[in-house]
Every structure is written in structure tokens, then in C-alpha cells.
């Protein structure tokens, strides 16, 4: 089974005939390239054009990580999966409001729906959340049909997502990891500096599993496609 590999120390990447060398402080490591899904380097990593030569060979996407765990950017290797049917067929969904708006709702909808699987999990062990699953539960029974557009889905999930982080505090009861509300930029506390590390993790994951379909992951339907490098990763992380 592949894997991901995770570098958090500063060092050199590199080929080594079939496998990727990883050289730190600490000595020398070898991966067998066949054993690699995709790479996430936290750390100062020096490389070369021979080591993304194989990379893109193999088809394993490099993602780069700052100082702080916020993400940088991805080595995507040419795309090995071009589909121009599914290209048009995905811009004809973004460019057509009624389509695309459906898209859009089915995301906010999956996105809702996994906020009170994870709440009723928890209330079920004796966290008192029924008033924060009455309020998502209304915005998805309720609110998210009524919708008419997207800047309303993306209001809904706002506020849903506001809901949910607000329980974080009752479900981490009697813990260190007290939050006031969700920040960003930089995060105010340990909780959200784990939530914000936990969403860029979960983004390249995804971006990941798009880079192996047809799908282009450039043009998504809730998050508007613009000059940002992914949307569809947003969309359904």
C-alpha cells in the first residue's frame, strides 16, 4: 500500500536509482519510490530538477509546507489523466448558474451533514451539543433549500461552521485546548493553530486524490474559480 511521506526536518531530497533519499543531521533514509502516494515537506528541503524529473514520472505530487505548517504551493506533475470531454463537461457545470449552484449545494450539504455525524458521535458520550445540532440541523433541513445562490451556500456553511467551532469548547471541556472563536492569521491559540494545520493537511489530501481522476481541480463550484491556483480541493475538503 502507498503512503505518505512527512519531512519536519531541514535537509536534501533526492534519487538514489529506484528510491527517494531523504539526508538530514541525522544520517541518510530510503524510500522505495513504489511505496510513495505523495510527499509533504515541512522542513528546509534543498532538491534538484533530477529528483521532479522522477517525481513526475511516477506521478507522486510534492507539497511545501512554511515556517508556521501554512501551505505554499504543490509540485503537479504534468497530469497524466487529460481528459478535454471532462474538461468541458466541468466548465459547462461552473458556467451554467442552475448547475453549478446544485454542485455547490451538494458540497454544503456533505459538509453539514459530516459537522453533525461528529456532534451526535460526542453527544451520545454525554456532551451536551443538542443546541448546536438543532441550529445545523435547521440550516440543512431548512436554510440550504431555500438557497438561490451560491453566495448564499457559502453563507449557510459560514454560519454552520461558525455553530460547530463554537462546540468545540463543550467537547474539549476540562482540557487545555480552549478556543474564543476560530483565527487565522496568525491563530490566537492551540486549538485553532491544530484546526488551521488540520485544513491544510486535509486540502493537499485532496488535491491529491483529484490529481488521479480526469477531474482538473483548478475549476470548483463553490469556491469561485479565479486566479487561485485549486478551487476544487476547497470544495470538497
Partial sequence: MKRTLYLFSSGRLKRKDNTICVETQEGKRYFPVESIR??????EVDLNKK?????????????FFGYYGNYVGSFYPRE???SGYLLLKQAEHYLDPALRLELARKFVEGALANMLQVLRYYSARGKELQSFIDTISALLQESLPQCTSVE???????NA?????ESFNTILVDTPFAMEARSKHPPADPLNA??????????????TEIYKTHLDPRIGYLHATNFRRFTLNLDLA
Avoid: W
Fill in 194 to 207: 491544530l484546526i488551521s494545520f488540520g485544513n491544510s493537511l486535509v486540502y493537499t489530501k485532496t488535491l
Fill in 161 to 165: 461552521r461558525k455553530c460547530y467551532y
Fill in 51 to 63: 529528483l521532479l524529473e522522477f517525481l513526475e514520472d511516477k506521478e507522486i505530487i510534492l507539497h
Fill in 80 to 82: 497524466h489523466y487529460n
Fill in 38 to 43: 505523495d510527499i509533504y515537506a515541512f522542513g
Fill in 152 to 158: 448564499e451556500l457559502m453563507a449557510i456553511e459560514g
